[in-house]
C-alpha cells in the first residue's frame, strides 16, 4: 500500500512519539512548523475509518483551526491562543482517520509571497536554505517538500498555496471558490479566498480534495456543484498565456518546457491573451485590503489574543493592542484598505477594482469557450533569496499570475514542471469553475512525460521506524 510508511508513523503512542522527534530534528534546518504535536488531534481522529487515507499525518497552515493545536495566523495578536474549535476541512479529515500533527509558518494573516512576514520565524527553502520558500503558506510548503508530511492544508487568497508549492516543487491546488468549506479558516479577504491543498502526490492530493470538498452548513458559500466532465474522446485544449513580460529566461523556459510536454500527449496547443491582466495587481490589491481592513476589525484585544497592558481607556486599549502586536505589512493593508473604503472615494478605487474583476471573469469565459484549460506560470521567478531577494512592492507586482483564478473564482492548479538552473519551476493550470478534478486528471498525464526530480527530503518514514 502507498501510504503503509507514513499509517505506521501513527499507529501507536509509541510510534507517534517517534514521529515527534523525527518531526523536530528533520525541520530544525527550515523552521517550516509553528507547533509539532503528534498527540493533540489523536483523540479526534478515526483511525479505524475505512479510508485509504487512516492513518496519514498531515500539517495544517496556523489560520486554520484545529481544536487543541495553537492558531496565531503568524501574528503576534494572536500568539498563545488555542482553537477551541476544528475547521471543517480538518474535521472531514480526522472523520477519515487522517491525522493532523503540525501547524505551519505563514505571513501574517496570509499577507505576503514569502513567508518572511512571520512574526514568529523564517522558514527556508528545502531546495536551497538561503531561498525563502514562498509564501504565504511556506510552511506548509517546506514541510511538504522536506518530506516531514505527505501533505498540508493551505489557503489561497492570491496564490498563497501555488506559489509556494511552485518553489518547492511540489503541487499546489488552489480549488473553485465554495468547493472547500472555510469555516475555521480566519478571515483576511472572503471574496478572493479557499483552503488549498499541497502535496508532492497528485493522487493523494486528489484523494484529500474528494475528502475535504462539498457543501458545509458552517460555509455558507460552499457547495456540493457536480465537477465538470469532459468526453474522453476529444483532445484536450490548452491555451498558453501569451505576452509574458517580466518573467525571466528560466521560467520562460519551464513554460515552454510544459506546453511542449503537453504537444507531446498529443494535445492541442494554441495561445491566449488576458487582456486585463496589466490591471489585475492593483484591482487584486484594492479589493483584498478592503476586505482585510474589515476582516482584521476584530482583533481588538478585547475577546480574545494579544491584550495591551498600558492602556487606560477602552479606546487606548484598541489602539494600543493593534500597534504593539499588529506587523508593518498588515497595518499598511488595514490603512490602505480603509482608504479605498472611504466615503465618498468608492467609485474611484474599489468599484473601479470590481468592475476590472468583472472584467477579468468575461475574459477566462472567452477563452474556456475555446480551451479546456490555460497554462501560465505561477510566479515570473523561482525561489528568491531570503531577506533581500525582492522587495514588499516587487513580491505584490509579481503575484499578478496567481492572483486573476481567484478574481475569477475558478480553480488552478500549481504542477511541478522540471528544475531549471537546480531550483524548481513551477507552472499551472487554470480552469473553469468546477473543473478542479479534470484539472488534476491533466496534471497526472503531464507528470508522466515531464521530468520526475526527487523531493530534496529530510525525513524517510521507513527510517524513522527502524532507526
Ligand atoms: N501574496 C498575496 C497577498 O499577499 C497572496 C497571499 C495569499 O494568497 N494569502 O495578498
Redesign the pocket.
Known amino acids: 500500500m502507498k501510504y503503509e510508511p507514513w499509517k505506521a508513523l501513527t499507529a501507536s503512542d509509541q510510534t507517534r512519539r517517534a514521529y515527534q522527534e523525527a518531526l523536530v530534528r528533520a525541520d530544525s534546518e527550515i523552521s517550516s512548523l509553528l507547533q509539532i504535536d503528534t498527540e493533540c488531534g489523536a483523540e479526534d481522529c478515526r483511525f479505524d475509518a475505512d479510508s485509504s487515507l487512516a492513518g496519514v499525518p498531515f500539517s495544517v497552515k496556523d489560520n486554520i483551526a484545529v481544536r487543541g493545536f495553537q492558531f496565531s495566523c503568524g501574528s503576534n495578536i494572536l500568539k498563545g491562543l488555542t482553537a477551541p474549535y476544528t475547521a471543517a476541512a480538518v474535521q472531514r479529515l480526522l472523520d477519515i482517520g487522517a491525522l493532523p500533527v503540525a501547524k505551519t509558518n505563514m505571513?501574517e494573516f496570509?499577507?505576503?509571497?514569502a513567508t518572511e512576514n512571520s512574526a514568529f520565524q523564517m522558514t527556508r527553502n528545502p531546495w536551497d536554505t538561503g531561498r525563502v520558500p514562498g509564501?504565504?503558506s511556506g510552511g506548509s510548503a517546506a514541510s511538504v517538500a522536506a518530506g516531514l508530511v505527505p501533505f498540508s492544508l493551505g489557503?489561497?487568497?492570491?496564490?498563497?498555496v501555488r506559489q509556494p508549492a511552485a518553489f518547492c516543487g511540489i503541487y499546489g491546488l488552489k480549488p473553485t471558490y465554495g468547493r472547500i468549506s472555510r469555516y475555521g479558516l480566519a478571515a483576511?479577504a472572503s471574496s478572493l479566498?479557499t483552503v488549498g491543498l499541497l502535496s508532492g502526490d497528485i493522487d493523494l492530493l486528489q484523494e484529500v480534495f474528494a475528502a475535504v470538498s462539498g457543501r458545509d452548513s458552517g460555509d455558507q458559500t460552499s457547495n456540493s456543484i457536480a465537477p465538470l466532465n469532459r468526453p474522453e474522446e476529444n483532445t484536450p485544449v490548452a491555451a498558453v498565456l501569451s505576452g509574458m513580460e517580466g518573467v525571466t529566461p528560466e521560467i520562460a523556459q519551464g513554460c515552454r518546457q510544459a506546453a511542449e510536454a503537453m504537444r507531446s500527449l498529443g494535445w492541442e496547443v494554441k495561445e491566449a491573451s488576458l487582456p486585463s491582466l496589466k490591471y489585475a495587481v492593483s484591482a487584486y490589491y484594492t479589493i483584498?485590503m478592503a476586505e482585510a481592513s474589515a476582516n482584521l476589525a476584530r482583533y481588538t484585544g478585547i475577546r480574545y489574543g494579544y491584550r495591551s497592558s498600558r492602556a487606560v481607556s477602552q479606546e487606548e486599549l484598541v489602539r494600543k493592542t493593534r500597534n504593539e502586536a499588529f506587523g508593518r505589512e498588515v497595518k499598511l493593508r488595514i490603512l490602505l484598505g480603509t482608504h479605498v473604503l472611504r466615503s465618498g472615494f468608492q467609485d474611484q478605487y474599489y468599484i473601479k477594482a470590481q468592475k476590472i474583476r468583472t472584467r477579468i471573469r468575461g475574459e477566462f469565459d472567452q477563452i474556456f469557450s475555446q480551451a479546456d484549460m490555460i497554462l501560465m506560470p505561477v510566479f515570473p521567478v523561482q525561489a528568491f533569496e531570503a531577506a533581500s531577494g525582492m522587495t514588499p512592492l516587487q513580491?505584490?507586482i509579481a503575484?499578478r499570475f496567481t492572483?486573476t483564478a481567484n478574481m475569477a473564482g475558478i480553480p488552478a492548479l500549481a504542477f511541478p514542471a522540471g528544475l531549471q538552473d537546480g531550483l524548481p519551476a513551477g507552472m499551472q493550470l487554470l480552469g473553469p469553475a468546477g473543473s478542479d478534478e479534470l484539472l488534476m486528471h491533466y496534471a497526472r498525464c503531464l507528470q508522466e512525460v515531464l521530468p520526475k526530480d526527487p523531493l530534496p527530503l529530510r525525513l524517510d518514514p521507513r527510517e524513522v521506524l527502524h532507526g
Open positions: 505571513d496570509g499577507m505576503g509571497s509564501g504565504s489557503s489561497d487568497t492570491g496564490g498563497s483576511y479566498e483584498a513580491q505584490k503575484d492572483l
